[in-house]
């Protein structure tokens, strides 16, 4: 923990910082070298800034919408090399992750919590790799940051350029281009010591390829090992009916290791001078061991788990940009294919402990359950979770725009994507009865094999009128077209031979619940063939639609429109203010659950106005924007009876706040810093069942979350400040750098009542999860930077900081160990590269 005597000093820096803070913490575009051959200058931060976020060329101080990016040389400075490290530095970003790889992201307060499931909700918040989308659900794909432009963070409803998943914003990550004036190339290394865990590094490189005067070819590799800190140690438990384990063969120090490696190239092809075609390839994989939440109850940093503990993270993706002019007008061609595919094996003993505890008064969860072996004898009740997810989307998109030196400006386009998830979950007891188990699949207990198919299409436009030499307004829209289908199985499985059918005794799920060849279900048609499975590796498909013998998949769909009205006054060039009123939208979807109806689209109107100043002759930098938003029937994913999604349209919610970030160079002292506030609260009851009068009443009814309650996930405040101070020493320039980072507590759960599975009693999730505790971090280097080389000394999380970055429950339904995601403990690292 961040010892007393530094928190005031530390928090005071930082909020003094963000109270005059905004979003402009990047660079100029990088020089024709990638940086790569230029020593470092004092600070880019008066340099222009160039980005893309309205899909052209602009500088961001004349970008009326709020944004904030980070550039080559800033992501350097501060070590960033993943998700995690960028996302403190964006004030109006928050997330819930269990792991690395596994993270959802929100933007502004759009929370409601529980989102990630890979068949629950799509993301609220878009996230790009240069022109292609590479959201996911179940988590977006952590890309390692390496010879990256600028990260652009756009903050509010993206729904007229970005569409479907950029509802509440868009991330986009825009990597360097080849370049074919010269060869060039870099290489760095680092290596790291974790307190009490253990070693870790990484060495990256890249090359730039002149092939011809027409031609380049850039290429980055990188391999990064993370180490571990949190230890597994040795534990038992002991269930009704006498049985014990133990986790002896799993205990492990520094248990959550990772290793992540990977490559990117792109080819620039000129075509003649006015048409150029990129082709681009990118393959990572990631390596997670062990659990990255601890277990307080049992010990800071400290877990007792059971089963082994891994996932595999693979993806790679193809894409194609053509770019070139048809007379004076931009033309803008951008496809893409990625594949992603992660297999991962998670203890579940924690479920067992707790549903052992619920239901002792039927013999635990062994009796509750039927857990016995072939010869009817009670075997050990733990389970493990072997699952499995295969995505796939490919997206394309046409635009074009008009010159931006007219006083007309119009870019439109047409875009389709379409992205599917195989998912599969398997709940392994070990030694479980073959009866007992799901059909064809000794020692299943429940099983999830089903495949999910997202689909949109759009046309769109943004044109822009110069009213006035000092005066332009803007208006935008996007007409779309959403399909979203699910087919598959979930379930246990069924006895043929009668009760009590399967594991549970219940003959309402799983193979139960298959359709015959009747169009019947098996337990209304005993004596029924069953139909084919639609997804292999089912015994049989419970989640269709049934028609003339044949199965398809359950689907919505839906059609709608969203828009963007802005009016931007620039008195000067370095003063710029704007007032935006715009819509964003996710698509609505299956429940897995074939009993829980379809959940319906939910939207986000924004007002905003905001303000961009470079004043003192572009050495201070100001920007900022107050909004409001109203987020109508949002969607709420929960884990509901027997820890199972289901997604359900909640009441309305508002959203209100303020981010603003700064930057200012002193001679040889720059400073950057930004901050937010956000006040998201819902409007109505969020009812235990739903109830369209939010009135919460009839048989069984309670009132979830009474109106008023705080969205969680998000920090009510959220400041980072960094100053750097560079001096010439010799030929090299020598450089001490600080970044302080703090936000506020927040929810974890957004519901203060819900029935606990097995007692009936009312408990609340929000209380029994536990906050997201406030924290304070703190990062510290030291370096110089030579003409062609950089070596730096760096301490992460100085005073060893538990900064709370989410909490997550096995059993989400009966509340009994809460996990605590944390940060990195403090770090000691060397970092060195060249340049050649």
């Known amino acids: 923990m961040l010892p007393n005597r530094h928190r005031p000093l530390l928090t005071a820096l930082c909020v003094s910082s963000a109270l005059t803070a905004v979003p402009a913490i990047a660079q100029t575009t990088p ?15 008066q340099d222009d800034i160039i980005v893309t976020a309205q899909k052209r060329d602009e500088n961001i101080q004349s970008v009326p919408i709020s944004i904030q990016a980070i550039g080559t040389r800033r992501l350097d400075q501060l070590n960033v090399t993943s998700f995690a490290d960028y996302s403190q530095l964006l004030p109006s970003v928050a997330f819930q992750s269990s792991q690395p790889g596994v993270t959802t992201v929100y933007m502004r307060g759009v929370a409601s919590g529980g989102d990630g499931n890979h068949s629950g909700s799509l993301p609220s918040v878009g996230v790009y790799l240069d022109e292609q989308p590479v959201t996911t659900i179940g988590g977006t794909p952590d890309i390692h940051i390496y010879d990256v432009a600028r990260i652009e963070s756009l903050a509010g409803p993206q729904g007229t350029l970005y569409g479907a998943s950029s509802e509440a914003g868009t991330i986009r990550i825009i990597t360097n281009k080849p370049d ?12 790291n010591t974790v307190k009490s865990g253990g070693q870790g590094g990484r060495l990256e490189g890249m090359l730039n390829i002149p092939l011809s005067s027409m031609a380049a070819l850039r290429v980055v590799g990188f391999y990064q090992h993370d180490a571990g800190y949190i230890d597994n140690v040795p534990g038992t438990r002991t269930f009704t009916g006498g049985i014990t384990v133990d986790n002896a063969p799993f205990v492990e120090k520094n248990y959550n290791d990772a290793d992540i490696w990977g490559g990117r190239a792109a080819l620039k092809i000129d075509l003649d001078d006015s048409w150029t075609v990129t082709p681009t390839v990118l393959y990572q994989e990631q390596r997670n061991h062990g659990s990255f939440g601890y277990d307080p109850r049992v010990g800071d940093l400290e877990v007792q788990h059971f089963f082994p503990e891994y996932r595999r993270d693979r993806f790679v ?66 389970q493990r979770i072997i699952g499995t997810d295969h995505f796939k989307k490919m997206s394309q998109e046409l635009r074009v725009a008009s010159p931006q030196d007219e006083r007309f400006r119009l870019v439109a386009g047409a875009f389709y994507q379409r992205q599917s998830n195989r998912i599969g979950q398997d709940y392994q007891v070990a030694g479980l009865a073959d009866s007992l188990s799901v059909n064809g699949r000794p020692g299943t207990l429940w099983l999830t094999e089903q495949y999910r198919v997202d689909k949109d299409y759009a046309v769109f436009g943004e044109a822009s009128y110069d009213l006035l030499p000092t005066l332009t307004a803007t ?37 139960a619940g298959c359709y015959t060849t009747t169009g019947a279900l098996l337990r209304d048609n005993p004596g029924g063939t069953l139909l084919p499975a639609a997804v292999g590796g089912s015994p049989c498909t419970n989640l269709a639609q049934y028609a003339s013998g044949t199965l398809s998949p359950r689907s919505v769909d839906g059609q709608g429109a969203t828009y963007r009205f802005n009016l931007t006054w620039k008195p000067t060039d370095r003063l710029l203010f704007y007032g935006t009123w715009s819509k964003g939208f996710r698509p609505g979807g299956i429940n897995r659950r074939a009993t829980v109806a379809p959940y319906a689209p939910d939207f986000l109107v924004n007002y905003e106005a905001g303000w961009k100043t470079t004043l003192f002759d572009g ?51 720059a400073l950057t810093a930004a901050g937010s506030y956000t006040d998201a609260k819902i409007r109505r009851n969020l009812c235990a069942i739903d109830d369209p009068s939010f009135t919460c009443n009839g048989a069984g009814n309670f009132v979830a979350a009474p109106v008023g309650t705080r969205l969680p996930i998000t920090p009510r405040f959220k400041v980072s400040g960094n100053a750097r101070y560079s001096v010439p020493v010799g030929t090299a320039k020598a450089y001490l750098q600080a970044l302080v980072t703090h936000q506020s507590s927040a929810s974890s759960d957004l519901r203060t009542a819900v029935v606990e599975t097995g007692t009936g009693d009312i408990v609340s999730p929000a209380a029994l999860q536990g906050r997201l505790a406030a924290f304070t971090t703190a990062n510290f280097a030291i370096g110089a930077d030579f003409s062609r080389y950089t070596f730096e000394l760096y301490l ?27 940060n990195t403990p403090r770090t000691i690292g060397v970092r060195a590269g060249a340049r050649f």
Request: proline share 4%; with cysteine.
């Open 475 to 511: 208006v935008g829209g996007r007409a779309y077209i959403f399909d979203n289908s699910l087919i598959g199985f979930f379930g246990f499985g069924r006895d043929p031979n009668g009760p009590p059918y399967n594991a549970a005794g219940s003959s309402r799920t799983g193979v």
């Open 619 to 669: 050495r201070l930098r100001w920007n900022g924007a107050l909004y409001q938003q109203n987020w109508d029937a949002f969607q709420f994913s929960f884990l509901g009876a027997n820890s199972f999604t289901e997604i359900h349209n909640g009441p309305d919610a508002r959203i209100r706040g303020v981010e603003s970030d700064i930057s200012l160079t002193l001679g040889a002292l």
């Open 180 to 191: 074919t004036k010269e060869f060039y190339g870099r290489i760095d290394g680092e290596a």
């Open 317 to 382: 993706q193809a894409a194609l940009t053509i770019e070139g002019k048809l007379g004076n007008w931009d033309v803008t061609y951008a496809g893409a294919y990625f594949d992603r595919r992660d297999t991962q094996s998670s203890d579940y003993t924690d479920y067992a402990e707790a549903y052992d505890s619920l239901y002792a008064s039927v013999g635990g969860i062994a009796g509750y359950f039927y857990f016995q072996n072939n010869a009817g004898q009670q075997i050990d009740s733990r």
């Open 796 to 822: 992460q999380n100085a005073f060893d900081e538990r900064a709370q970055l989410s909490r997550f429950q096995e059993c989400g339904s009966c509340y009994q160990r809460p996990y605590i995601v944390t």
């Open 31 to 45: 020089d024709p070298a990638g940086d790569a051959t230029a020593a470092a200058p004092a600070e880019p931060m």
